[in-house]
């Protein structure tokens, strides 16, 4: 019976140890500057990083989160990335923000995922209709709509979107649980890539016409 509950502790240890690999490990160190040349750099923790003490205050700063970015696109919104790519000294951290505008009367961020990240968002202006799909076999989509204040979570890896079907424009901040959370939007992944998917593997996935993918393609 002992060696049953041992086994069974043992699974459940393993169990809990394959998805906390799920997401950005936690650092062995305070902070892991990321650096390109790595002349200048030390091995911690398998990363190249600066040297801790040559790291500065602008390494861990990013300004202009204030300021909203054109939505005059194909989709109507604008997104503001602060991850590592912008804050050196978020390497290692497993987290990052982004701001998103809307356009006034259906400005979209097109359904997409993060493979690495959960995020959770915060409507600063305007209102909302986002949403998430389950994975299959359900793909129950998940929706709400949210308004200045409200705070809606999209879990990690799963499709979803935000709409603005309000007449003036809106604005959201969202934190992520990566330092590099990764986005795929699916449109653009599926009809954009490069090269080419077959047009007869598309038309059989979505039941469309051959016709309808080579155009939706060129779109993109």
């Known amino acids: 019976m002992e060696g049953f509950h041992f086994l069974q502790a043992l699974f459940i240890l393993a169990l809990a140890s394959s998805l906390a690999y799920a997401f950005d490990p936690s650092p062995l160190q305070d902070f892991c500057v990321a650096i390109n040349d790595p002349n200048d750099a030390v091995f911690v923790n398998g990363k190249v990083c600066k040297d801790a003490k040559l790291a500065t205050a602008d390494?861990?700063?990013?300004?202009?989160?204030?300021?909203?970015?054109?939505?005059?696109?194909?989709?109507?919104?604008?997104?503001?990335?602060?991850?590592?790519?912008?804050?050196?000294?978020?390497?290692?951290?497993?987290?990052?923000?982004?701001?998103?505008?809307?356009?006034?009367?259906?400005?979209?961020?097109?359904?997409?995922?993060?493979?690495?990240?959960?995020?959770?968002?915060?409507?600063?202006?305007?209102?909302?209709?986002?949403?998430?799909?389950?994975?299959?076999?359900?793909?129950?989509?998940?929706?709400?709509?949210?308004?200045?204040?409200?705070?809606?979570v999209f879990p990690v890896g799963l499709v979803h979107f935000q709409f603005n079907p309000g007449k003036s424009k809106a604005v959201a901040i969202a934190a992520l649980s990566s330092q590099d959370p990764g986005v795929i939007t699916i449109a653009k992944a599926v009809f954009g890539s490069d090269p080419s998917i077959n047009p007869d593997v598309l038309s059989k996935a979505f039941k469309l016409d051959k016709s309808m993918v080579k155009s939706l393609q060129s779109k993109f």
């Open 59 to 152: 390494d861990f700063f990013f300004s202009g989160l204030n300021i909203g970015k054109i939505t005059s696109n194909s989709v109507g919104s604008s997104v503001t990335p602060v991850n590592v790519a912008q804050i050196s000294g978020l390497n290692t951290l497993g987290i990052s923000l982004a701001r998103i505008d809307y356009a006034a009367n259906g400005g979209l961020n097109p359904p997409h995922t993060h493979p690495r990240a959960t995020e959770i968002l915060v409507v600063l202006e305007g209102t909302l209709y986002v949403g998430f799909v389950t994975s299959n076999p359900d793909n129950r989509l998940i929706a709400k709509v949210l308004n200045k204040g409200d705070v809606f």
